[in-house]
Structures are given as structure tokens and as C-alpha cells.
């Protein structure tokens, strides 16, 4: 099929927007407690957060066991602090939940947390794919689970675990994304646990539908959600590295009724109606509904939905930058860039709990990756994008940050 390909040009339209760094760190460190054995394991040169969620007063952190030396693999710090100090990071809910930064596997505990989500009730979805050492041999020493939080109290109010047939041997849990929009009609919409969450199995491609009030779950898949092979090598300020990652990046629009979402190693933001999702197991022999939504300039892997207008917020990792395109409206402007700040942003949020300001964690991943990341550098940011409103002004970007595909079903 043919794809009728728009590209917006290549002077975009940005709001008068600045970057303010919120927290920043060399190399992250943590409030540790009176263990030498913690002490000991600790290697900060592999500590990299990958999650990042704003609650009221605190700002919580996901740092999965990418390899080993993590100590604690979900932690937050507080939001009160001036701008761009290098806090130490406190363990949550406490460092019992921890056992696994000390060598002791506890299956209950937290073993190794790629993002959280705060929910509308207050309580923190806290997602552990029961994988460690994932960058390197690849070692699942638990089942991958939702632990759920009480932010209010920091107590555990719910567990969440996996039927064994939605997951693969390969099966890597990375992203979740809470909807209750579906809860609006019904006589259950008062209920903490009337929701969908999504969640993307990123190594073995596909998407875990969870719904919240049935405690039931199932597993859809497409091709789209796979890596592209043309798309497996990353280009940061010159510095080159391939990961062949499928879906990761993942967003809502409550208005539109889409899930949006995107693999690391593609240059296209695709979508698939929630009603579908919602609907259950689609029927064997059934093709997912999956639409093209537009083609970005590079790869990236955070993604966000402004829902007052359904604007997407997406960072193109090669540009450094983070900009915001309409579907409705095919309006776009880059709200920031950055060739150092902005390096790999691993989260980028639209914050409820700031107004509809939009954060982003930025790693420099690829200098963990590739064993260069140096503690006499910052390498781990917390941004927040300060606007003053919808300018006119232009710059120039290039390439394009984004071209715009005719929306279809079935692309592959």
C-alpha cells in the first residue's frame, strides 16, 4: 500500500519554552542503610533510572537491574528541593523490599522495576519484570508482577501476577500505562481498581491488556511492535550503538480512545483503538487493528499525550530534543533542544500533578551501555519544560522532526 508521506518543514514552530533542571546526577547515590554488603555490591557505573513518575510531593524513580550493582531498583526523592542538586536517593517503600541490591532474591520484593504510574487514587503501580542483569545474560529469577502502593502511606494495597501463558521465556515487561477512562459509564466508576493498564513486553513484542475491576489479562501482538531492522543503530552527538528493542514507548488519549506507542528501534508512532484492547482476547486468526500515525525523525522512546488537546509530546533521540505534534490539527512546534541536556530520554511525561507541565528523565543510556559513562560528567537529568505560552517564533531543525502517514489498519 502506498503511503501518502506529509513532511511539516523543516522551520518548526516553538512555544518560548526553557529547560529547568530539577535534579541532576554524575552518578545516582543512594541514602544507603548500615549493610557493608550493600555497600559493597554497589556499582553506580551501572545504576541508570529508565522510569520517572511526579507525585504531590515526591519524585519516583525506576532503576531497573540492567546490570549488576543496582541496590535499590525503585527509589524517590523530594520535590521541595532547590533546582539542579544531585539528591541522594531514598529506597521505596524502605530498603526491605530491596533484598535483591544485597544478592538475596525475595519473589515478593522488588526486583527490577522499569517504570511506575500513579493512579488516580493515589497509588503508585509499581512495575517489576522479575529480570536481572538484562544487558547481559539475562537472568528472570521471579515472575514479572504489579505491586501497588498506597502513596499515602507507602503501604502495599494490591499485587498483580501474570497468567504463565501471556508470557515468553524471552518476555521483558518495560512500560505501563493506566486507563480509566473506560470506567466513566459504569456503576464500578468509583472503584480504585476500574481500569485498564497496558503494558509492553519489549523483548518478546506485544502488549499485556490488564483489566483492573476483573483481575483478568491477555496478550496482543503485530508485527509493528517488533524492532526494524533499518532501525537498530542510535546516533547521539556522534556517538553510535545498536539495540534491537521492540515496543516500549507507550502513551493514552482518553478523548481519542487510542493507544499510542512506538518499538526503540523504528523511526513510527503507531496506534490501536482501547475499545479493542479492552474487548478481550481478540479471536484467533484476528489481525489487530493498528494504525500508522506519523514517522518521527529519528528513534526515541519517551512518549506522552497532552489530554486538554491531544497533542503527542515525543523526543527524537538524535536531535536531542522534545517536541509536540497534533494529529487533530497538524499543528507542531519543538518545545525543547538540547545536544546535552537532552541526551536518551528514557521517560517524557505530561505531569497531572504539575499543572500539565511536561518532564523528562534523560539518561545518556548509551554512555551505560557502552561502559564510557564518566563520574566527572552529568549523565542522569530530571527536566521540566517551563513554557510561556503557544509562541510564533520559528528555528531551524534539521532533519524534520516529524512526517505525517495516512492513517490505515493492517500496515503490514
Known amino acids: 500500500m502506498a503511503l501518502e508521506i506529509f513532511v511539516l518543514c523543516t522551520c518548526l514552530a516553538v512555544a518560548s519554552a526553557s529547560l529547568e533542571v530539577v535534579n541532576q546526577w554524575s552518578l545516582l547515590q543512594f541514602d544507603f542503610p548500615p549493610d557493608p554488603v550493600l555497600l559493597e555490591k554497589f556499582q553506580p557505573e551501572n545504576t541508570v533510572p529508565t522510569g520517572l513518575e511526579v507525585g504531590w510531593d515526591r519524585i519516583y524513580v525506576g532503576i531497573p537491574r540492567l546490570r549488576a550493582g543496582v541496590p535499590a531498583t525503585l527509589a524517590w526523592v523530594p520535590r521541595s528541593l532547590p533546582p539542579g542538586v544531585s539528591p541522594v536517593l531514598q529506597a521505596y517503600p ?7 541490591g544485597r544478592g538475596d532474591i525475595n519473589c515478593t520484593g522488588l526486583i527490577s522495576v522499569y517504570r ?14 522479575g529480570v536481572i542483569t538484562s544487558l547481559d545474560d539475562f537472568r528472570r529469577v521471579c515472575p514479572p508482577k504489579i505491586l501497588i502502593f498506597d502513596m499515602a502511606t507507602d503501604r502495599l494495597v494490591r499485587s498483580v501476577y501474570f497468567p504463565r501463558e501471556l508470557l515468553r521465556p524471552s518476555s521483558l515487561l518495560t512500560n505501563i500505562v493506566l486507563d480509566d477512562s473506560r470506567s466513566s459509564a459504569s456503576r464500578h466508576s468509583s472503584t480504585c481498581d476500574n481500569l485498564f493498564a497496558y503494558i509492553t513486553d519489549t523483548v518478546a513484542p506485544g502488549i499485556i491488556v490488564y483489566d483492573g475491576r476483573r483481575d483478568n489479562a491477555w496478550r496482543v501482538t503485530h508485527a509493528s511492535m517488533y524492532p526494524d531492522p533499518d532501525f537498530g543503530e542510535y546516533d547521539i552527538g556522534g556517538e553510535k550503538f545498536t539495540l534491537m528493542d521492540g515496543v516500549v514507548g507507550l502513551t493514552h488519549s482518553p478523548a481519542q480512545g487510542l493507544l499510542y506507542y512506538q518499538p526503540l ?13 479492552a474487548a478481550g482476547p481478540p479471536a484467533e486468526g484476528t489481525d489487530l487493528p493498528v494504525n500508522l500515525v506519523g514517522r518521527k525523525s529519528s528513534q526515541g522512546l519517551g512518549i506522552a499525550v497532552d489530554p486538554r ?4 509530546i515525543f523526543s527524537p533521540m538524535t536531535e536531542t530534543a522534545i517536541a509536540a505534534w497534533n494529529p487533530i490539527t497538524n499543528s507542531h512546534r519543538v518545545l525543547a533542544q538540547d545536544p546535552e541536556k537532552l541526551q536518551f530520554c528514557a521517560e517524557v511525561r505530561w505531569v497531572e500533578r504539575d499543572n500539565g507541565a511536561v518532564w523528562a528523565l534523560s539518561t545518556r543510556f548509551h554512555k551505560y551501555f557502552k561502559r564510557t559513562v564518566s563520574k566527572h560528567e552529568i549523565n542522569v537529568r530530571i527536566l521540566r519544560v517551563v513554557e510561556a505560552g503557544y509562541g510564533s517564533s520559528y528555528v531551524p531543525l534539521q532533519p524534520h522532526i516529524l512526517r505525517r502517514a495516512a492513517n490505515f489498519t493492517s500496515f503490514y
Not at 524502605?94 to 535483591?100: G, K, V
Not at 523511526?267 to 484492547?277: G, K, M, P, Q
Not at 488537546?309 to 503527542?312: A, F, Y
Open 116 to 129: 511506575i504510574r500513579a493512579d488516580r487514587c493515589n497509588r503508585l503501580w509499581v512495575l517489576d519484570a
Open 309 to 312: 488537546d491531544d497533542t503527542i
Open 94 to 100: 524502605d530498603w526491605a523490599w530491596h533484598t535483591a
Open 265 to 277: 528501534a523504528t523511526d513510527r508512532i503507531f496506534s490501536v483503538s482501547t475499545a479493542v484492547l
